[in-house]
Structure formats: C-alpha cells, structure tokens
C-alpha cells in the first residue's frame, strides 16, 4: 500500500488504519480549473495524486497494490484558502477565519488495479474572534505556515476552534473512519 503524501498528519492517521504503507509522494503541480467547487477541487486533486503515483514505473520492478492520495483544502464563503506563502498570507487567512464559521474540505482517492473510488468529507469549523495578538502569537509558533488555511486543529490551532461539525480527523487531513470503511468494503484491508 502507498500513501501519496508526505502530510505527518496523513501518516500518523493511515497508520491507524494500516501499519504496512510506504510513502511515496506526488510530486505533480496542482492545477484547478476557474470556478472549480472547493469539494470538487479536492476530489480532483486527489485523483491527479493517485494517479500520478499509479502511472510510475518503478526501477525494482515492483508491483504497488493500492495506493492512497488525499487533498486539503479550508473554504470560506466559496474561496479555496491553501497554504500560507508568507506570515502575511497567514495573517490574512487567520483575519477572514476569525469569529466565523468555514468548510474544510478533505478529498480521496484509492486505486487497487482496475477498481478505483473517489470521496470528498466536509467538516465545519468556527472559530472564536481573534486578537491581533493571537493572531501574532500563532503564526510566531510557524505552525500556519504548512497548513491550508492557516492552522492545525491538532496543535496550538484548537485554541482558535469554538466548535467542529463533521470528522475532527477530515480537518487534520484525512477522514480515518469513512477511509477504513471503504477500504473494509473493498476487502483491501
């Protein structure tokens, strides 16, 4: 089995449902096309991971079984808020973020041979008001910077978090729970 991502995040979730996995990124330019939907932005770009990874030809020879890619993105009133490039951007993203409620938005995609599925898990977050100095003091940790919008809920980031609906773990990266079951179904585990 490969996971198409070098998230620590993703990792540690995978491992949860698998212990034996190899990583193996994708290395492909994210592209979307104008006015893409952020749900279905992530599908896609899980597919184009998934299948990057599945079209390689290996120099050992090996034969890979499933591979799994995920894509993460946080949206706010139907704008796709990526990774942070500057503490600036952070502080603009974490500003829109602040006192409101948004989307994060985690998409999918398994190949084992010929059988291949894609799935995109919504999880809605709000945050509490921001200080300016909050603000400041969290993008000072560097956690933002290789975050989509911004924050990690699973570190100094839940400080920022009133309340969550959805997946705790679709925020973190990877929707576990909906991925096991699918993969249990699949027989691929």
Known sequence: MILASQSPRRRELLALITPEFEIIPAQGEEILPDGITPCDAVKLLSKQKAE??????????????TIIAA???????????????SAQHA???????????????????????????????????????LTEQEIADYIATGDPMDKAGAYGIQGRGALLVRRINGDYYNVMGLPAGELYQRLRAMKLI
């Not at 990057?52 to 079984?65: C, L």
């Open 52 to 65: 990057e990874i599945a079209a390689r030809k290996f120099p050992d020879g090996r034969i890979i079984n």
């Open 91 to 129: 502080s603009e993203m974490l500003h829109k973020l602040s006192g409101r409620e948004h989307s994060v938005f985690t998409g999918v995609t398994v190949i084992s041979g010929e059988r291949r599925f894609t799935f995109a898990e919504e999880t809605t977050v709000e945050f509490f008001p």
């Open 71 to 85: 894509d993460t993105v946080v949206a706010i009133d139907g704008e796709i808020l990526g990774k942070p490039h």
